[in-house]
């Protein structure tokens, strides 16, 4: 191709004609040397947002699922016992557990009660003394296990009659049984 060609008008006898395409190879070599930065796309930031929600509705639903604590201490090695008959007829066993943190009380043969009343089980702390409703609980002649954690903060766990209303707080009656949490093995 000369710059005289009557195809390519555009080219005749233009100064640039040995030049042609050399600007174009100088800046495709320098732009080489630093690497292009390529816009990220949107399917990488539906991938990030998808796998945030998926971690945090996993973390969610851990914390919601209720941890048995019968079963971890059931399953300790060392686990610790106390026991006492009831006031009235029936039994309570008390067993802890350093390890895994928990205690479960198990009551066995509890005696028929006025209906409007409830067999209630309570936490009381080692620092203030101050009663926590555990469980409340319908007499029964299957055997009732209830489980807590937080032995290293409590004092006892006490067994009481309480109105059946859920109204009671704190303790209203004479306990029918008072277990001093076992020393840790």
Do not use: C
């Not at 971690?55 to 300790?76: D, F, Q």
């Not at 005696?111 to 409007?116: E, G, R, Y």
């Not at 319908?138 to 009732?144: C, L, N």
Request: negative net charge.
């Amino acid at each position: 191709m000369t710059g005289t060609d009557p195809a390519y008008p555009a080219h005749r006898g233009d100064e640039n004609d040995d030049d042609l395409g050399m600007d174009l190879v100088d800046a495709v070599s320098t732009d080489a040397e630093s690497p292009a930065r390529r816009p990220l796309k949107k399917w990488m930031f539906v991938v990030a947002a998808l796998a945030v929600i998926v971690i945090g509705l996993v973390a969610g639903l851990v914390n919601l699922i209720p941890t048995n604590y019968v079963s971890k201490v059931e399953r300790a090695s060392d686990q610790v016992v106390a026991q006492a008959d009831l006031e009235g007829g029936g039994h309570a066993v008390l067993k802890t557990s350093a390890k895994a943190d928990a205690g479960m009380i198990e009551l066995t043969g509890l005696p028929a009660i006025d209906p409007t009343e409830d067999y209630v089980v309570w936490l009381i702390e080692a620092s203030t003394d101050r009663p926590t409703l555990l469980a409340t609980i319908a007499p029964s002649d299957k055997p009732v296990k209830e489980g807590f954690n937080g032995v290293d903060k409590l004092a006892s766990v006490m067994v009481s009659v309480e109105p059946g209303d859920g109204s009671s707080t704190a303790p209203s009656t004479e306990p029918l049984a008072v277990l001093d949490l076992p020393e840790a093995k």
